[in-house]
């Protein structure tokens, strides 16, 4: 049985200021857990369904975290309850710290930026893309979902733990830091740009992509070296973001 303060703290982490305060996220399911694991960043606590403890992936896994010397508390059906989770409890969670990252870690390759995504499945897919590609640096604007919001994390299947997430407090501002100190071309992906098949692209580039009902913000485009665009060959008005994401990544990975 779990302490009433272990489930009071799981549950607050679904709330975007207490993630904040206390520089925390909650990781779910077996694989996100491993991959928490196997990263540096520092695993708190994991939290176990008791009922599963003898499956050879929940064995192996409560190995792994004893060798790193991480802490563990089995649940029982009645914790399970008491629990808020993106969906039905996937038999172990865990409490792990936030990676920090300012804007001169993401100086040695390029970089994907989103202006204004909400949704946080679009978000997560963009992540789990970046990562299939190698594109491990990304630049949220203050307006964007929450990174370390469960349903992100959840959707990033483990890629959240491989990347360079830096969450801006002032984007035009960091574009332009970019732009002049390093000389890196801003490039906005748009409705009516060139064909993006034509890009000739070098290291020091940064790809905005905007919300699918806003688009990018005009004080970004205007300071853009360059906007492109997917042609597409039917009659669909417009990508999905995350799909849009994916086929620009495929392109300049």
Not at 65 to 73: D, S
């Amino acid at each position: 049985m779990l302490a009433k303060k272990i489930i009071q703290h799981i549950n607050q982490l679904q709330q975007k200021k207490i993630r904040i305060k206390d520089k925390e996220f909650l990781i779910e399911g077996i694989k996100g857990v491993n991959e928490a694991l196997d990263s540096n960043l520092e695993v708190i606590l994991i939290v176990i369904e008791g009922s599963r403890r003898d499956e050879k992936e929940f064995i192996d896994l409560i190995k792994k975290a004893e060798k790193k010397t991480v802490f563990i508390e089995f649940c029982g059906r009645k914790d399970i309850k008491d629990i808020k989770t993106t969906d039905t409890f996937p038999g172990v969670l865990a409490i792990v710290n936030q990676p920090e990252f300012n804007i001169h870690d993401l100086l040695d390759d390029k970089i994907i930026c989103l202006d204004g995504i909400k949704d946080p499945g679009n978000l997560g897919t963009i992540i789990r893309t970046a990562d299939w590609f190698g594109i491990k640096n990304i630049l949220l604007s203050e307006d964007c979902v929450d990174v370390f919001n469960p349903k992100v994390v959840r959707s990033t299947m483990g890629s959240i733990f491989r990347m360079k997430i830096m969450e801006s407090k002032n984007l035009i501002k960091d574009l332009l830091y970019l732009q002049k100190q390093y000389h890196y071309k801003i490039y906005c992906l748009t409705m009516n740009g060139k064909d993006l098949d034509t890009l000739k692209f070098k290291p020091e580039l940064i790809f905005v992509i905007g919300s699918e009902s806003q688009g990018i913000r005009p004080e970004i485009e205007k300071i853009s070296d360059d906007q492109y665009t997917i042609f597409g060959k039917g009659k669909a008005e417009s990508l999905n973001a995350a799909i849009a994401a994916g086929i620009l990544i495929s392109k300049i990975s």
